[in-house]
């Protein structure tokens, strides 16, 4: 198991405009997020990768810590939970281009 946390920055980029009053990181980011974490993880770029399912459960916003866990599953599978406070924030499958 993988876990490992990120700090989003109240002034966080991708929250300008998105959306105004209520700044939420979009689910591109917090995807974006995962990736690296596994990418760190394996020790290796990744330059392809599937994203098998993604759930976005609850929002993230600029100044919040989330929790990214990934798991192993089968060869190349992965599932992945990002948590804020123990509450999923999103949640889904990545798997890795054949041969890595």
Do not use: N, W
Not at 6 to 24: K, M, T, W, Y
Not at 56 to 62: C, D, T, Y
Not at 76 to 83: I, L, R
């Amino acid at each position: 198991m993988i876990a490992v946390e990120r700090h989003f920055a109240l002034d966080h980029p991708s929250a300008a405009g998105h959306f105004p009053g209520q700044p939420v990181i979009p689910g591109a980011v917090l995807l974006e997020e995962v990736v690296r974490v596994l990418q760190e993880a394996l020790g290796v770029e990744l330059p392809a990768l599937e994203i098998r399912s993604a759930k976005f459960l609850h929002r993230v916003r600029p100044g919040d810590t989330m929790q990214v866990l990934i798991e192993a599953r089968s060869e190349g599978d992965y599932t992945f939970q990002c948590k804020i406070r123990q509450i999923i924030a999103a949640s889904g499958t990545l798997r890795l281009p054949a041969g890595r």
